[in-house]
């Protein structure tokens, strides 16, 4: 089943914070969507939601942050600057699944092909005409 809706900025991070109440680890949550719709924006607002007090940055470079949250653990993957799917074999996706308590979120999932670990959760953020606001769609 999938949920669609246009939400601008202060919506979607709301939506991420109540969404991060109902997301139990263990969970594994793919964010797809153009570059600039909003997709660490809205893993910030997921991690806050979480309990994480650290700041949340992209880890377009480092490509894993992993975060304390109240009760579980956190990891912030971005795959976008991966070249081929090969090269996720390095990113400990089979460490973090061992976690229990963790909660994977995984920008451009897309990026891993049969390297991706199954997700729980599809996020998908999309531009609309209004340049303020994006269509949010949940599977």
Known sequence: MTNARVVDEAALAAWGRGFARDLGPPAVVGLSGDLGTGKTTLIRAIAAGLGVSAPVTSPTFALVHRYDGAACTVYH???????????????????????????????????????????????????????????????
């Open 77 to 139: 993957v971005d795959c976008y600057r991966l070249r081929r799917p090969a090269e996720a074999i390095d990113l400990g996706f089979d460490d973090m699944l061992r976690e229990s308590d963790a909660v994977i979120l995984i920008e451009w999932p897309e990026r891993l092909g049969t390297a991706a670990p199954p997700l729980t959760h599809r996020i998908t953020l999309a531009y609309t005409d209004d340049d303020l606001m994006r269509r949010l769609d949940v599977a």
